[in-house]
């Protein structure tokens, strides 16, 4: 029923740092590939950071460089998003989303179309 499920979100200041969380009970969890997306109000949802499948293979959005890392815990089910130094310009709707790749080292694409699974969304309020 509930394919992935993110928590973490909250309200910050600027220059903080929150993590979030994403679980994905039902899934065999580690064939998929996990990428982070965001969305504000009046802006399309964005691509803001991706994990391979295995190798720790990790791509950003050129926005998020160097402030945030992805992560993941195959044995729990969950992948992270560490976020630091934490802008204004980060505040927006947090979703976790997976799909399917066959190769360990393969990267997803940076659209959010073609993602299978998709989380409900944790909000995260960066306040000047």
């Known amino acids: 029923q509930v394919q992935l499920v993110e928590s973490g979100g909250g309200s910050v200041q600027v220059g903080d740092s929150l993590r979030l969380s994403c679980v994905a009970p039902?899934?065999?969890?580690?064939?998929?590939?996990i990428s982070w997306f965001r969305q504000s109000p009046g802006k399309e949802r964005e691509f803001v950071a991706s994990?391979?499948?295995?190798?720790?293979?990790?791509k950003y959005a050129a926005s998020v460089e160097g402030r945030f890392t992805i992560s993941r815990d195959n044995s729990k089910n969950t992948a992270y998003l560490q976020m630091n130094n934490l802008k204004s310009e980060d505040t927006g709707v947090y979703s976790c989303?997976?799909?399917?790749?066959?190769?360990?080292?393969?990267?997803?694409?940076?659209?959010?179309?073609?993602?299978?699974?998709w989380g409900q969304g944790t909000q995260v309020t960066v306040s000047s």
């Open positions: 994990i391979t499948r295995g190798f720790d293979i990790t």
């Open positions: 989303a997976a799909v399917f790749m066959s190769s360990l080292r393969s990267s997803p694409s940076r659209e959010p179309v073609g993602y299978r699974y």
């Open positions: 039902t899934l065999t969890f580690n064939n998929y590939v």
